[in-house]
């Protein structure tokens, strides 16, 4: 591994590929003990909302979850915030559910929780896929607020076409994480949310400009097929299902340009 590419490695916090060799250190190690650490609490922290959350098909998507079934640990993606996947008609419940453990719609300004507006509430609920994020005070140095994102789509708000997500949430399977019970997409159909969501940020032009290519995004995708190894012929007549093969062929293509196997 050359030392301009272990040092993009470093900056983008490829966690996993740094572990394996490339670029393992004392570090490194003591770095993915504090995200494990991290990820516990988020998920301990939240275990009554989750409990609640059983009454209504839902989904937690990327972060821990993700790096768990992809890289085998949960401390291989950082990530800090926890992302679930809803209905649009399940909405107020998950509000309703959040405002009751003591979530408030806001940003965090000056270690202070800033309420926001109503006319951001709306913008976020008509306008894009997911909620204003719902935050809570921790107490704790290492993790002092919880932030958890309400996505109530696999595609971003400007886009043309719609999925059914009543019937998208009808393919989920339990699962755990820190001892905590949750829900989680079906291989297939996790697959193709996590490249729809990829494909949003690769293509986002304040993003890009921001940040550029992010490689993890592309380990993701790698490392999905290479050890979920999921049924190739059900990815493509799903993808067809839901008008989205072109976006998913973008991303494997674009992933086979770096891995090249």
């Known amino acids: 591994c050359s030392d301009f590419l272990l040092r993009i490695l470093q ?39 989750f409990r609640e959350l059983e009454k209504i098909p839902y989904a937690v998507v990327k972060g821990a979850v993700l790096s768990d079934r992809i890289y085998g640990k ?23 559910t959040l405002k009751k453990n003591g979530f408030i719609q806001g940003r965090i300004k000056e270690e202070i929780i800033e309420r ?65 019970t949750i829900y989680r997409l079906a291989p297939v159909y996790d697959f193709i949310a996590l490249c729809l969501h990829h494909y949003k940020d690769m293509n986002s032009i304040y993003l890009l400009s921001e940040k ?18 999921i049924d190739l012929e059900e990815l493509k007549n799903i993808a067809r299902y839901y008008h989205v093969e072109a976006y998913i062929y973008f991303c494997i293509y674009y992933t086979n340009e770096l891995f090249r196997d």
Request: hydrophobic share 35%; net charge negative; with cysteine.
């Open 212 to 229: 550029g290519f992010c490689l993890n995004e592309f380990f993701d995708i790698y490392y999905y097929l290479i050890n979920v190894k």
């Open 11 to 49: 900056k983008q916090k490829c966690l996993y590929a740094l572990s394996q060799g490339v670029g393992s250190t004392e570090k490194l190690a003591s770095y993915l003990a504090v995200n494990e650490k991290i990820q516990n609490y988020m998920y301990t922290f939240c275990e009554e909302v």
């Open 74 to 96: 949960t401390y291989y993606r950082s990530s800090g915030d926890i992302d679930i996947l809803v209905s649009p008609k399940h909405i107020d419940f998950v509000t309703q």
């Open 116 to 180: 926001y507006k109503r006319e951001e509430l709306l913008y976020h609920k008509l306008y894009t896929h997911q909620l204003a994020p719902f935050i809570k005070s921790s107490r704790l140095s290492l993790c002092p607020f919880i932030n958890i994102d309400v996505n109530f789509s696999v595609l971003w708000g400007e886009s043309p076409w719609e999925i059914d997500m009543d019937e998208y949430l009808r393919h989920i399977e339990s699962g755990f994480l820190f001892n905590v």
